[in-house]
């Protein structure tokens, strides 16, 4: 059974870092492109980063380039989202996906 399961969110001053888990099963992880998303309140679901199954290719959207970092460690099966100079319009759900799954999402909010 697939199963991926983000944590870390939570709320945060803007200017602030977060650094979001998510810990895959049930398939082989190593495998697959990882992926992050996210979805702010009365907005479409957005790309955020994806990283290759050997960690050695990233992408990122224009809105967190130079303040993201999506990485993954496939020991642990888990992929990451180090996020820092948060902004109030990072303020979403973010959801983890790989091998056609979504996980839970975890909810980001950055204000002061």
């Known amino acids: 059974q697939v199963q991926l399961v983000e944590s870390g969110g939570g709320l945060v001053q803007p200017g602030g870092s977060l650094r979001l888990s998510c810990a895959a099963s049930?398939?082989?992880?190593?495998?697959?492109?990882m992926y992050w998303y996210r979805q702010a309140p009365g907005k479409e679901r957005e790309a955020v980063a994806s990283?290759?199954?050997?960690?050695?290719?990233?992408t990122y959207s224009d809105s967190v380039k130079g303040r993201f970092t999506i990485s993954r460690d496939n020991v642990k099966n888990t992929v990451y989202l180090q996020m820092n100079a948060l902004k109030p319009e990072d303020t979403a759900v973010y959801y983890c996906?790989?091998?056609?799954?979504w996980g839970q999402g975890t909810q980001v909010t950055v204000s002061s």
């Open positions: 990283i290759s199954g050997a960690g050695g290719t990233t």
């Open positions: 996906k790989g091998f056609d799954r």
């Open positions: 049930g398939f082989t992880f190593r495998f697959y492109n």
